[in-house]
């Protein structure tokens, strides 16, 4: 629209400006009520596209006000976001649909050795009409309904996050391929030149520590597999739950079979109910109930003992 400037180079509509309006200052209306969260100081482009979006088979209209408009809508500054659900009509109406994603429509991502498994269905129905049933449709008074459900869910993602596990030498205690050095905590010990007046630094520390150097003192980074630490380590426990690096190299050498989904809003319910009832020619009463909220939802690119992106509360 004339007068919208989006914002972060046209990728960010949240961030858009109405008119030389300052940032985040619009508002979204639904059914003539607010959308704003006034906690989170959010915008209304936000609120109508992320914290309660409705489905297009329910939106009616779709409007936006950007200067001179009536008092009602005297809380923005810069613009006003208006929708409207659809109301029944005379005749019974209604409709179903899905939206469906998967694996096999999806490129590779580049660098991936392959694609990503991801399966999304989005599905729904609706259904309006005439209410002709007493008190509610009679010479005087006419009521009429409007119902809409959807669901939405998704496992994976088109994009795979790239991990960093330990090599197979690393996991026998063999670190000489990594560049830095490998100290072992049991030689700590506190630096008799330690200058505590002075910056601390890689040549004034308060603490030395010796580089493993594996069984005869001549390997860096190796720890001796005759190490008592080794044996009894837990670390053999944890590489039996963790998978083996599927790419070259120490850094980014993991590629997971399936990427994260949305865990905000990968399994979503939504249902919205609007009623409308005119009595004679000029009083129009009308109420819309808007609902949507998420699942339990739990997800993990490594195992689940070993993985802390996995779960989210209802919402």
């Known amino acids: 629209m004339p007068g919208v400037t989006p914002g ?15 940032l ?5 209306i639904l059914d003539g009520v607010t959308m704003q969260q006034g ?29 001179n408009y009536d008092v009602q809508y005297g809380a923005s500054s810069a613009a006003v976001i208006i929708a409207s659900t659809k109301q029944g009509t005379n005749s019974l109406h209604g409709g179903v649909y899905e939206y469906h ?23 729904g129905g609706y259904i309006g009409g005439p209410a002709k049933i007493k008190p509610l449709w009679n010479s005087k008074i006419k009521t009429y309904y409007f119902f809409h459900h959807e669901r939405f869910r998704s496992v994976g993602a088109t994009v795979k996050p790239l991990l960093t596990l330990p090599t197979e030498r690393m996991r026998r205690g063999d670190f000489s391929e ?4 490998v100290y072992d905590p049991a030689t700590t010990r506190a630096n008799p030149n330690y200058n505590p007046n002075s910056a601390t630094g890689p040549n004034n520390l308060p603490f030395l520590r010796n580089q493993f150097m594996g069984c005869g003192g001549g390997q860096p980074n190796v720890i001796c597999a005759s190490d008592p630490r080794l044996a009894n380590s837990l670390a053999q426990k944890w590489f039996s739950l963790l998978p083996v690096a599927n790419r070259p190299g120490l850094i980014a050498n993991y590629e997971p079979p399936t990427g994260l989904a949305s865990s905000l809003n990968a399994n979503t319910n939504q249902f919205d109910v609007r009623g409308d009832t005119y009595i004679g020619e000029r009083h129009h009463l009308s109420g819309t109930y808007h609902h949507r909220g998420t699942l339990p939802f739990t997800q993990a690119v490594l195992p689940r003992p ?10």
């Open 8 to 22: 972060q180079g046209q990728s960010e509509a949240s961030r858009a400006r109405f008119n030389g309006g300052q």
């Open 24 to 28: 985040f200052s619009d508002e979204a």
């Open 39 to 67: 906690l989170l100081n959010q915008s209304g482009m936000i609120s109508i596209q992320a914290d309660f979006p409705i489905a297009p088979e329910a939106v009616d209209e779709i409007s936006v006000l950007t200067s």
């Open 101 to 123: 994603r998967n694996t096999e429509f999806n490129a590779r991502p580049w660098n991936a050795a392959r694609r990503p498994r991801v399966l999304q269905n989005d599905f």
């Open 178 to 181: 990594w560049p830095n050095p």
């Open 306 to 315: 070993l993985d802390t992106n996995n779960t989210r509360i209802p919402n």
